[in-house]
């Protein structure tokens, strides 16, 4: 009766480490590290080809996109540092210069981060449209539609 119990103890200790394991090797495969431009810069030897995001703000006028390759490259910087990007394929609609912007992809050997995917950051502040109708003048024409009778 011992030795089964041991043996059914021995089993599923086994199972439980053979899981551990395989959890502990998926999340270490599919971690992402953030890093600023600056941060990138001091440890670029040791991130080298791993996956990792960047952010920063993009820098004016570095922005050069070739509509036939679809290269799209600019720089990304924090003020303390800058890292040069490149990018195949359309940026989002919002990333524009002189805007937040997280870049992932991996740092290469040639020394310039190849990003695979572009998210670009917007204001958190709501700014409505400016429009030449103000609400006061909305607001008197629907009074005079209400004194006409006119729907």
């Keep these: 009766m011992k030795k089964r119990k041991l043996k059914y103890l021995l089993a599923g200790g086994i199972v439980v480490a053979a899981l551990a394991g395989m959890i502990y090797s998926g999340v270490q495969e599919s971690m992402v590290y953030f890093y600023t431009p600056s941060e990138l810069v001091q440890k670029k030897d040791a991130v080298q080809g791993k996956s990792l995001r960047v952010g920063g703000m993009v820098v004016e ?73 103000t609400l006061e003048s909305k607001k008197e024409l629907f009074k005079s539609i209400l004194k006409e009778g006119k729907p």
């Design 61 to 133: 006028r570095s922005i050069r996109w070739d509509p036939q390759t679809l290269l799209l490259t600019f720089q990304l910087t924090d003020g303390q540092g800058t890292v040069f990007v490149r990018h195949k394929g359309t940026a989002p609609d919002l990333f524009k210069e002189g805007a937040g912007a997280v870049v992932e992809g991996t740092w290469t050997p040639e020394g310039f981060f190849r990003s695979s995917n572009i998210m670009a950051k917007h204001s958190e502040e709501y700014k409505p449209p400016a429009h030449p109708e």
